[in-house]
């Protein structure tokens, strides 16, 4: 899935599972909404362990009353992905209220209150920076970490923000331009790099990076922006060709400092794992992340 922010910090595709009570809702971030899992909603309200066969009946009865939903990736139990319907707040209502259930009312105003926030960080981004740089320190993240993280969050939305403007609109491209300013910032690509920290699919590569590869990946991004407006770059080839010489740019600072520190500054430590170390400290400031979930 594509990693593009849409409006306010949160990145396309971010897949962040939220609470109703006891009860966990998978939610994804797409096209600048949260969509929830259908079955996820149904299972909390009628409270039954065939959810997929109670929503099955639910179409079938009362097709024309829902709007169209959308089918999505999910991570399930078992580690693995599958293509689950979902919909946005606006349909999910819409679904509770063919539900009879005493729990309807309390999940609508429930849901009424997840619009609100992101309606207040679409009208003011430093919100949902503030409730990220809280969620980061109640997680214990350093203060220089997170400072750093914030800046790379800012810098990424700038990035994909120019590419929307320069003719980038499909998903695909986004990953595309990413991956290969990624691979030629660090060697690898973001898949092998996650691999190198034992991330799993949904884990996030950016939020589980040491302070010295957050800084080069924002002096990659920056530096493709740069070049982009300077060659005045429109369509995906020539976006493309910035994104492979602003990963370039900061290739070349990473093996420079790689040769003074005399080892790789790509590292396996991450967060999730628990094993991050200050290995750069010593070298630049801060890095890790308060988006509203995951880059």
Same mark, same amino acid.
């Given at each position: 899935?594509?990693?593009?922010?849409?409006?306010?910090?949160?990145?396309?595709?971010?897949?962040?599972?939220?609470?109703?009570?006891?009860?966990?809702?998978?939610?994804?971030?797409?096209? %600048?909404?949260?969509?929830?899992?259908?079955?996820?909603?149904?299972?909390?309200?009628?409270?039954?362990?065939?959810?997929?066969?109670?929503? /099955?009946?639910?179409?079938?009865?009362?097709?024309? &009353?829902?709007?169209?939903?959308?089918? @999505? *990736?999910?991570?399930?139990?078992? /580690?693995?992905?599958?293509?689950?319907?979902?919909?946005?707040?606006? /349909?999910?209502?819409?679904?509770?209220? =063919?539900?009879?259930?005493?729990?309807?009312?309390?999940? *609508? &105003?429930? @849901?009424? *209150?997840?619009?609100?926030?992101?309606?207040?960080?679409?009208?003011?981004?430093?919100?949902?920076?503030?409730? %990220?740089?809280?969620?980061?320190?109640?997680?214990?993240?350093?203060?220089?970490?997170?400072?750093?993280?914030?800046?790379?969050?800012?810098?990424?939305?700038?990035?994909?923000?120019?590419? *929307?403007?320069?003719?980038?609109?499909?998903?695909?491209? $986004?990953?595309? @331009?990413?991956?290969?300013?990624?691979?030629?910032?660090?060697?690898?690509?973001?898949?092998?790099?996650?691999?190198?920290? /034992?991330?799993?699919?949904?884990?996030?590569?950016?939020?589980?990076?040491?302070?010295?590869?957050?800084?080069?990946?924002?002096?990659?991004?920056?530096?493709?922006?740069?070049?982009?407006?300077?060659?005045?770059?429109?369509?995906?080839?020539?976006?493309?060709?910035?994104?492979?010489?602003?990963?370039?740019?900061?290739?070349?600072?990473?093996?420079?400092?790689?040769?003074?520190?005399?080892? =790789?500054?790509?590292?396996?430590?991450? $967060?999730?794992?628990?094993?991050?170390?200050?290995?750069?400290?010593?070298?630049?400031? %801060?890095?890790?992340?308060?988006?509203?979930?995951?880059?």
């Amino acid at each position: 899935m594509t990693k593009q922010p849409i409006g306010g910090l949160i990145p396309e595709g971010e897949f962040s599972p939220t609470l109703f009570g006891e009860n966990e809702i998978r939610r994804i971030f797409h096209n %600048g909404k949260w969509y929830l899992c259908i079955v996820d909603v149904v299972k909390c309200l009628a409270e039954t362990d065939n959810a997929a066969s109670y929503w /099955g009946k639910m179409k079938a009865r009362e097709k024309q &009353r829902f709007p169209n939903w959308e089918r @999505l *990736k999910f991570l399930a139990p078992n /580690g693995k992905e599958y293509a689950m319907e979902a919909a946005d707040p606006e /349909g999910i209502l819409r679904i509770v209220q =063919s539900i009879p259930s005493p729990k309807a009312e309390p999940f *609508k &105003r429930w @849901l009424a *209150k997840v619009g609100y926030e992101r309606i207040q960080e679409d009208q003011d981004p430093t919100i949902a920076i503030k409730r %990220g740089i809280l969620r980061f320190k109640a997680q214990g993240r350093e203060d220089s970490w997170i400072n750093a993280r914030v800046k790379g969050i800012l810098e990424r939305k700038a990035l994909t923000d120019m590419w *929307k403007e320069r003719g980038i609109t499909h998903g695909k491209e $986004y990953a595309n @331009l990413t991956a290969a300013n990624h691979l030629h910032t660090f060697g690898r690509t973001p898949a092998e790099h996650k691999s190198l920290k /034992g991330l799993g699919k949904k884990e996030s590569l950016r939020n589980n990076m040491t302070e010295m590869e957050v800084i080069l990946t924002m002096l990659a991004e920056r530096s493709t922006q740069e070049i982009a407006e300077v060659r005045d770059a429109m369509g995906f080839d020539e976006n493309m060709s910035a994104a492979i010489d602003g990963g370039r740019v900061a290739g070349t600072a990473r093996e420079a400092i790689q040769q003074r520190l005399g080892r =790789s500054v790509v590292s396996s430590d991450s $967060y999730a794992a628990g094993r991050t170390k200050k290995i750069s400290a010593q070298i630049v400031p %801060g890095l890790k992340d308060p988006s509203a979930d995951n880059l």
